[in-house]
């Protein structure tokens, strides 16, 4: 009984690094031990009304606050329930996207929700986290997947470059989300170039790794970084897609995808899901060439996932 307190609590601090905001928020409010009627009317109290309809679907998920009214709510929910100032509020991002790719300065800057299992991975990359997370930006990024001939992704290698937007990062942290019942200790990581292993966490139950690659030197701001790593996949079950999240803009995006005979996709098709709150969708059909390989490539890409998605005979 003594431990509950803290698990909430745990589980709240993490929440409001990684998002959703609905998770967040519910948490929050359960560790409270408010009802949303006792919420509801603490609000009203302070002049701000929002009725008990919208306060239980914003804890759903089933929609979220957008106005400036709404915004200043969630302010006081913040106050309310005791937590850092625009904790929640930095969750929900910008108003909800309405076209395929919506360009704006402040997305979501969480995983939550983008890769599953979100929880799993929160927890594996929480641990990792320190002063250099949000100092460095993708200007481009290529990862090639290869898939064996059992249908199972085998090992993505990635070639980023980085720039630094503030002063003195050190360190990158790089993650993969393995496919459903791949063991946790199937997943490793390598640094392969510019860049060396620091701390690696893996999940005890979920197929999530997470890797620190500490870069050769301390970036200046609006100085670029070139490196590469690798992560390999031992065993586990055959795939039916891969997917990368992105928390911030990148200028090029470069995804492949090589299968191995005899086992090849009668049919591949790019994914994409623009921004933490939108359904990952199923893009145009993608040609595999003589060389067994499928790729996409994109350019300004917003906060949001993109991926290939394939189907076996």
């Known amino acids: ?122 927890e594996t990359v929480e641990a990792l986290v320190g002063p250099s997370d949000g100092k460095l930006r993708l200007w481009s990024q290529d990862d090639a997947a290869t898939v064996d001939a059992n249908g199972l992704i085998r090992q993505v290698h990635t070639r980023q470059v980085l720039r630094a937007v503030d002063g003195h990062p050190d360190r990158h942290i790089a993650v993969y989300c393995g496919d459903p019942g791949t063991a946790p200790d199937a997943l490793t990581a390598e640094a392969v170039r510019n860049c060396r292993l620091g701390r690696v966490r893996r999940h005890p139950r979920a197929p999530v790794i997470a890797a620190e690659l500490m870069l050769d030197q301390t970036l200046r701001a609006g100085q670029t970084h070139l490196l590469e790593y690798r992560f390999t996949i031992a065993e586990g079950s055959p795939g039916l897609d891969y997917r990368r999240a992105f928390r911030y803009p990148v200028g090029t995006y470069v995804l492949s995808v090589s299968f191995t005979e005899p086992k090849l996709p009668v049919r591949c098709f790019g994914l994409s899901q623009p921004g933490v709150d939108a359904a990952l969708t199923q893009d145009d059909e993608l040609p595999l060439t003589p060389g067994r390989l499928v790729h996409l490539m994109a350019r300004d890409v917003q906060p949001g996932v993109l991926g290939i998605g394939w189907e076996w005979s």
């Open 1 to 122: 009984m003594t431990g509950r307190p803290t698990d909430a609590g745990h589980e709240v601090d993490v929440l409001l690094r990684t998002g959703p905001f609905p998770e967040a928020l519910r948490a929050a409010i359960e560790r409270s031990g408010l009802t949303l009627e006792r919420l509801r009317d603490r609000l009203d109290r302070r002049g701000i009304h929002v009725s008990l309809s919208t306060l239980s679907y914003w804890r759903l998920g089933r929609s979220r606050p957008e106005r400036a009214a709404s915004l200043r709510a969630v302010q006081a929910i913040e106050t309310i329930l005791g937590l850092p100032r625009h904790s929640l509020e930095a969750l929900l991002g910008p108003p909800r996207p309405r076209g395929r790719w919506v360009a704006t300065q402040q997305q979501s800057r969480r995983y939550g929700g983008m890769l599953q299992p979100a929880q799993s991975l929160a």
